[in-house]
Each structure stands twice: as structure tokens, then as C-alpha cells.
């Protein structure tokens, strides 16, 4: 079949008069360009080319062809970039499942992103814990999922492909600004927080780091509460202390205070999908931006563990400050524009582009 290189490498032999000079424009071999053109003749049953005193020069034959080949090249392409289009216009479909939640910053700006090349957007999500997860991941249910682990473990069953996205840093507290535990500098000890009512999240992660913090002699009372924003906003009322990393109660409500706790681990962000299946476009846009998105969100922290405190750059305070005025509330906002530093996770995107 007529291919458009072998077109070009004809179309630049007659410009050039020389094989050589063709091949040296178009970057190829000039065995290469030699090849299509002859393939081009077989294809054609034509000699399209012939040798004179000034070099190579077309044929009466392929003076005559020559504009029709150019049309169909063109008609190809046009061809090509219709595909292009129907494909991106198309209803795409993405299923998300897991700790969906944690991806409540980044949503926003994601899909706004997406919806530039995929016109026609259908989001899904599936919350659920890490075993569903996986089976919403096994049946085709969900294309991606999102989960916490604690950073450097993979417990995550072979067939699956897991890669981190986002460093949440050390699992710490969130604290009112008047408790006892935060008059002195440093990471706190458990000790500091015995009997103090505890706010959770309901998450599988959350409830095994807790359980292994806090012995049930030591705890105060427990409330379980769904949504992050609303437990920090409980704590930021004085109405006790919540379980959580430094940025993901940053991102949530800067104006709560934060310290690491001595001795618990640090978490990241991963994001998870089956291995046989390959991405969908909608799925690799997805992750491509999201892997930028974290990486840019990462460089805005720094976590200083002498002091056990987390500190933001100016620019995230900037960025969550236009997410609040983006809403026309005193809440944290959602992030109504990118984060404007940092460099993409290319890892990320690369693992996922396969």
C-alpha cells in the first residue's frame, strides 16, 4: 500500500535531483529513501524516475501521477485527524475507586485540564477500601485506583501495577492552637494526648496507624467522621484532635496546627491499576496530570523533623488563597488555579503510558 513517506521521499528526490541530498533533508538512509521509492514503483507498476545529465528527474509517468499521490496523502491525513477528533468527542469513561477522596485538591484542576482534549467527560467514583479496591480494579470495574500506604512497603498483589504519586510526609496531629501539647517545639510523644477526644476518618490506614498510636486505655472519645474538611474544621472549633499527614491537613485547612508524632511512620499517595489491561487515553491523561500535579504540590512543603513542623511556601499559600476567593467563602477552596512551580513526575507518567 501507498504510504505518505514514500511520497515525501519521491516528492524530495524530485526537489533535490539527488538521492543523497533527499535522504540528508529527510534524515534518513539513502538506502531508505531508495527502498520507498522502488516499493512506490512496484506498488504503482510505474518507473517514476529517471536519470539525466542534471540528476534524477521525474518520468512522464510520474509527472502525471505525481499530483494524484500528493492528494492522497493529504486525504490521509485529513483522514487521520478526523479519527483523531471522533475519538476525542466520543463519550470517554473514567472509573476511579479507593480512597477517592484524597484526590479532592487535584480534581478540580484535572478535570478542567481534561475536558481540553476530551470533550465529552464521564467521571466515576468509586469509594471504597483497599480490597475492594483491588476487586473493582480485577473485574473492569474501575480503571485506576487510590490508596494510602506507608512509604517504601508494596503490599500490592502482582497483578497489579502500583506506582506513588505524592510523598504525604509523617503521619502526625491536628491540634487547636491552645493545647498544652504544642507549647513546646519538636515532634510530640502520645503521652501528650492521653484521654483527648480523637476525630478519625474511616479508612482502613488511618484506623491501623491509630490503633497501633493510641492504645485503647489512652484514648478519649472517638468520632468517626467522613469528610476530612469537616473533622479539621471540628478541631479548628476546639472539639478535639485529628489523625492525619502534615500536607493533607495543609491542603485541607491551613489554619489548623499540625505536629508530626514521635515515632509513626510517613505515608504516600499511590494510584494503582491492572496490569493487563492497558491505559485508556482518558486514563493516561489522567495520571500524566496528576503525576505533575503531585510533583508540583510536593515541591511547596518542607517537613523539618527537629522542630516536627510542616512548612509552605508562599506560592502554595497563594495558590490556596485563590482557591478560597474561587468559591467566594472563607473555606479552603478547591484549587481553581494550577499550581504555577515545580516539574512533572515524568516517572509517573511514563510507567503509565505503556
Not at 311 to 337: N, T, Y
Amino acid at each position: 500500500m501507498v504510504s505518505s513517506q514514500q511520497v515525501k521521499c519521491l516528492e524530495e528526490v524530485v526537489r533535490t535531483r539527488s538521492f543523497r541530498a533527499a535522504a540528508s533533508s529527510l534524515g534518513l538512509s539513502q538506502p531508505t529513501v531508495s527502498e520507498n521509492i522502488s516499493r512506490l514503483e512496484r506498488e504503482l507498476d510505474l518507473t517514476l524516475l529517471q536519470r539525466t545529465h542534471n540528476g534524477s528527474a521525474l518520468t512522464d509517468a510520474g509527472e502525471r501521477i505525481l499530483p494524484h499521490l500528493r492528494a492522497f496523502v493529504d486525504t490521509t491525513a485529513q483522514i487521520w485527524r478526523a479519527s483523531e477528533h471522533l475519538q476525542s468527542t466520543a463519550q470517554q469513561h473514567l472509573t476511579l475507586a479507593g480512597e477517592t477522596r484524597r484526590l479532592h485538591r487535584a480534581l478540580p484542576e484535572a478535570i478542567a485540564h481534561m475536558t481540553t482534549t476530551f470533550e465529552n467527560l464521564n467521571l466515576r467514583m468509586t469509594p471504597t477500601d483497599l480490597d475492594g479496591m483491588y476487586a473493582e480494579l480485577g473485574s473492569g470495574g474501575a480503571e485506576l485506583g487510590v490508596f494510602v500506604r506507608v512509604a517504601g512497603t508494596d503490599v500490592t498483589p502482582d497483578e497489579f501495577e502500583t506506582i506513588p504519586v505524592l510523598g504525604l510526609g509523617p503521619v502526625g496531629i491536628a491540634l487547636p492552637h491552645h493545647h498544652p501539647a504544642l507549647g513546646h517545639e519538636g515532634p510530640i510523644h502520645v503521652s501528650e494526648l492521653r484521654g483527648y477526644p480523637l476525630i478519625l476518618t474511616p479508612w482502613p490506614k488511618t484506623i491501623d496507624i491509630t490503633d497501633q498510636v493510641f492504645p485503647l486505655d489512652s484514648r478519649g472519645p472517638v468520632s468517626l467522621i467522613d469528610d476530612i474538611g469537616l473533622g479539621l474544621d471540628l478541631v479548628r472549633h476546639g472539639l478535639g484532635m485529628m489523625l492525619t499527614t502534615g500536607i493533607t491537613c495543609y491542603l485541607h485547612d491551613e489554619r489548623v496546627t499540625w505536629r508530626a508524632i514521635e515515632g509513626v511512620p510517613e505515608l504516600e499517595l499511590c494510584v494503582a491499576r491492572l496490569r493487563s489491561s492497558p491505559p485508556s487515553p482518558v486514563g493516561r491523561a489522567f495520571v500524566e496530570f496528576l503525576g505533575l500535579w503531585c510533583a508540583r504540590c510536593a515541591a511547596g512543603f518542607r517537613y523539618d523533623p527537629v522542630s516536627g513542623v510542616l512548612h509552605a511556601s508562599e506560592w502554595i499559600d497563594q495558590w490556596l488563597v485563590r482557591g478560597r476567593e474561587g468559591r467566594g467563602d472563607a473555606a479552603v477552596g478547591g484549587g481553581a488555579q494550577p499550581i504555577e512551580s515545580g516539574a512533572p513526575d515524568e516517572a509517573a507518567s511514563r510507567k503509565f503510558s505503556k
